[in-house]
């Protein structure tokens, strides 16, 4: 599959201004003309205002809280784990992959755990429900074992597609004709699930339509990274059904019901809010003011929501108890009569 770069890591100018700003050089001249000057607090008041610096600020505090109270659910083997993933992924090409993103090693390995920290608090709120899983079981694919070819073009999947059904060898021609540099010296060899991201959607849908020894029609697929179409042929190994027993793949079931949990905006912006609420988190520049109000107004939002709830319920009972209580006294009466 081709190599997604690696992301661009949120470089400022605002963080070296802070610290200039802590150590008292804010007055200091970084450039002189003839009519004034430019100082350190004139570049820091305009700085202040862009939007990428604002968006730095707010993923500081967010990760600054967040690292306050999970730090420790992230050991250093977990970020050496993705970290060495990472590096296998992207080959000899990775040291170049950092440097153009402008992270060291130390500086990706920062923000690695800070993303492992973040999902971990976010984890820690997860809640699922029966339901949560039956509709992840709804999507749910096991693992199968499976030959894939990929080319460049359509005429050359036709091709190797008539090939394999005229007889000739999988694995020769997958060694011979596909581009995907990660699975063709393996004869095409892999293994995927519904939720793996190695395999495009297309080719996964296909393939679990398979039987076993059976070839697929050219399959078309974007490549995610580039938008290029791609084209696969794919031969099913070992394909599995799940069956009925949800309870088999419960693990694996949980699994992916809590990140499609993640993966949802609206519950990640409520629970960052509820921590920045926890944390106390005030904002003391004006210049920044705005910065959290899409979490902390979602927070409000589901508070209010919430003691709304628990008013209404509280209400329903005490009219409950209050109709209760009026049978009670009428039964009582018509016994006295």
Known sequence: ??????????????????????????????????????????????????????????????????????????????????????????????????????????????????????????????????????????????????????????????????????????????????????????????????????VPTEVKEAAFKLKDGEISDVITAANPSTYATEYYVVKMVKNQDKGNDMDKFKDELKEIATQAKINDSAFTTKVIGEELKAANVKIKDDAFKNILTPFTETSSTASTEDSATQTTESSETKSTDSTKASETKESTTDSTK
């Open 1 to 198: 599959m081709k190599k997604k770069k690696i992301i661009l890591a949120a470089t400022s100018a605002l963080a070296i201004l802070t610290l200039a700003a802590c150590s008292g050089d804010t007055d200091k001249d970084i450039a002189t003309m003839k009519g004034g000057t430019i100082t350190v607090s004139d570049f820091y008041d305009k700085a202040k205002s862009e939007s990428s610096n604002q968006q730095l600020v707010q993923q500081m505090i967010i990760y600054k809280v967040f690292n306050n109270k999970y730090s420790d659910k992230v050991t250093d083997k977990q970020v050496d784990a993705e970290f060495n993933k990472s590096k296998e992924t992207y080959g000899d090409s990775f040291e170049s992959q950092l440097e153009a993103a402008g992270y060291t090693t130390d500086s990706y390995k920062e923000y690695l755990r800070n993303n492992l920290v973040l999902k971990a608090g976010l984890e820690a709120h997860v809640d699922l429900t029966d339901e949560d899983l039956k509709t992840a079981w709804e999507s749910f694919h096991p693992e199968v074992e499976a030959q894939i070819i990929k080319v460049a073009s359509e005429d050359e999947a036709k091709e190797v597609k008539k090939s394999a059904d005229d007889g000739e060898d999988f694995t020769k021609l997958a060694k011979e004709k596909s581009t995907d540099t990660t699975t063709k010296e393996d004869g095409g060899k892999i293994k995927f699930d519904s939720e793996s991201t190695t």
